[in-house]
C-alpha cells in the first residue's frame, strides 16, 4: 500500500497547472488500469550532442481524474558529442595536475569521437480534450529518471567515462495530438522539451498506439 501512495504522490506532482482547480477527491489512483500500448519514432536537438533520433515506448494507464490520463514511458537515444563539447572536455582534462594526466596537452581530436545515450523511464501526465473536428489534443508534464553513458575508445575505463556516466533526474513539457483511426488504434503527434542535470534538448515525437476494449464497468471519458 505504501508504493500505491507513492505512485499517487508523484502523479499529482506531475499533473498539469490547469487541472488545479479540481479537489483530491475527484482523483482515485485505483482507477488506474493499462488500456494501451504505443509505439513511437522522433528526432530531438540536444545541447550537448548532435542532432539525433529517439524511440520511445509509451503506456497508457488511463484517467486519474477527469481529463487527466496517466502515461509512464521509455525511451532512448544515442548520439556523438558536439565538436564544442570535446574541446570543452580536452580543455578540463588539460588542466588536472599531471600526476592525473598524460604530461601531453590533449585536443578534441586526441579525444576522438566519443558517443553518449540515455536510456528514460518517466511517467506524462495529460490533460486531454477533444476538438470539433475530431482530434484528442492534449498538453502536460513528466518527470523521468535518465541513465546517462558516455563511450569512446580513447575515454573507455577512465575517470572521464566515470564523468559522462551518471543517473539523472528530468523534467519535460509537452504537447500533442491525437487521431483515432479505428476504436483500437490511435495516431500521434507531440512536441516536447526535456530537461536533465547535464542536458537539454526540445524534440518531437510520431507514434501509433494500440487500445485495449474499455471496460465494461469503466465510465470513464475519454
Not at 145 to 174: K, P, Q, R, W, Y
Request: with cysteine.
Amino acid at each position: 500500500m505504501r508504493y500505491h501512495k507513492l505512485l499517487f504522490t508523484l502523479l499529482l506532482i506531475c499533473t498539469p497547472a490547469s487541472a488545479g482547480a479540481q479537489t483530491l477527491a475527484d482523483y482515485d489512483y485505483e482507477n488506474l488500469a493499462f488500456r494501451g500500448i504505443g509505439l513511437d519514432y522522433g528526432f530531438i536537438w540536444p545541447s550537448k550532442v548532435k542532432a539525433t533520433p529517439t524511440y520511445t515506448i509509451r503506456l497508457d494507464l488511463g484517467f486519474l481524474g477527469p481529463g487527466i490520463r496517466i502515461a509512464p514511458i521509455v525511451s532512448y537515444w544515442s548520439s556523438e558529442m558536439r565538436r564544442t563539447e570535446l574541446d570543452r572536455l580536452a580543455d578540463q582534462i588539460n588542466r588536472l595536475p599531471p600526476l592525473m594526466r598524460d604530461s601531453v596537452a590533449l585536443s578534441a581530436d586526441d579525444l576522438g569521437n566519443i558517443t553518449w545515450s540515455d536510456l528514460a523511464i518517466g511517467v506524462d501526465t495529460h490533460l486531454l480534450w477533444t476538438t470539433p473536428i475530431g482530434l484528442i489534443t492534449y498538453v502536460g508534464a513528466g518527470a523521468s529518471i535518465h541513465a546517462l553513458n558516455g563511450h569512446g575508445d580513447f575515454i573507455e575505463s577512465t575517470f572521464v567515462e566515470d564523468l559522462l556516466d551518471s543517473t539523472a533526474a528530468g523534467i519535460s513539457l509537452m504537447a500533442g495530438m491525437e487521431f483515432e483511426l479505428t476504436p483500437r488504434v490511435r495516431l500521434y503527434g507531440e512536441a516536447r522539451y526535456t530537461l536533465v542535470t547535464d542536458i537539454r534538448y526540445p524534440g518531437v515525437r510520431f507514434g501509433g498506439s494500440l487500445m485495449l476494449p474499455p471496460r465494461a464497468a469503466s465510465a470513464q471519458s475519454r
